[in-house]
């Protein structure tokens, strides 16, 4: 059994009314969890492209919202000190009763911290401060009010580094994503993963494994060109591309192809030992194909 979520990429062009619209269809339709990038401008050289806060964001989903799972994915711990972010994600997990999960990263967008005049040092020192500032934040939750609903608050984790990003999230993780759909990566990531668990003493299963990727639906091949072709005028590498070319390149990486061929493949991953899907929805404004997913998907896969 998995489950499926919905990761937008705000910088990209989320604006307040196309939020609105994704936290009340994403609640509503069933998704198990909605997450959006933590980015100041365009990853895409679109910086006329809107991009609302992320933060900000998140509070106002907490109370658009009533039963879906929130966060950030990821915040990096450069752009805010760590005590400040405890304090914000508490306020916003209270607001939406509990329902935040903190996404918390090391950072590495070496040029948008240089635009904004946010310091970017080196991997090693990011590191060091995104293991520091989690400390940070724990004690901020133990003495300061208002308190998580659970607390400590549940932090998701990505990456496959062994020497320090598994140990990391083995020791303080609750949930630990992979940004790739490869299935060779996340096996061999997996099994580093439940060694430095073992070596903790924590049951690696107390960690929820999610797999973030793209996708592309439709209904029949006229539908599917049709989204193809819209998300190839967002996606940056995608660029030039005919609709058909887009299917083609990104049929392995991303999940492509109707309700039935995304679930098939779904199985076959989840099998592996994913237990939550998370889908970057690039058209903002296409509520269809998160209507699509809701009605033939999720339950396909549940």
Known sequence: MAKVGIMIEGQEGLNWDRWRRICHDA??????????????TSLMGSPERDCIE?????????????RIELGPMVSPMTFRLPAILAKMAASVDTLSGGRVILGVGA???ENE?????????????????????????????????????????????????RKRTIPLVAREASEW???????????????????????????????????????IIGRDKSELRDRA????????????MTPDEVIEDRKEAWFVGTPEEIAEKMHGV?????DLFMLQHWLLDDAEALKLLASEVIPAVA
């Open 113 to 161: 911290h240089k635009e904004f005049g946010v310091p970017f040092f080196t991997e090693k020192e990011r590191f060091d401060h995104l293991e520091r500032g989690i400390r940070t934040m724990r004690e901020i939750w133990n003495k300061s009010n208002p308190m998580p609903v659970r607390n400590p608050m549940p932090l998701l984790m990505g990456g496959k580094g």
């Open 27 to 40: 609640d509503t339709l069933g998704f198990d969890s909605l997450r959006r990038s933590d980015h100041l």
């Open 229 to 240: 072709g819209q998300v190839s005028k967002i996606v940056r590498q995608l660029g030039g």
């Open 107 to 109: 950072g590495w967008n």
């Open 177 to 215: 994503n992979v940004s790739r759909l490869d299935t060779d990566l996340y096996v061999q990531a997996r099994e580093n993963l439940e060694a430095s668990c073992r070596e903790l003493g924590r049951d690696p299963s107390s960690i929820r494994h999610s797999v973030m990727t793209s996708y």
């Open 270 to 274: 989840a099998a592996l030992g994913v």
């Open 54 to 66: 992320t933060w900000a964001s998140l509070a106002v989903a907490a109370e658009w919202t009533k």
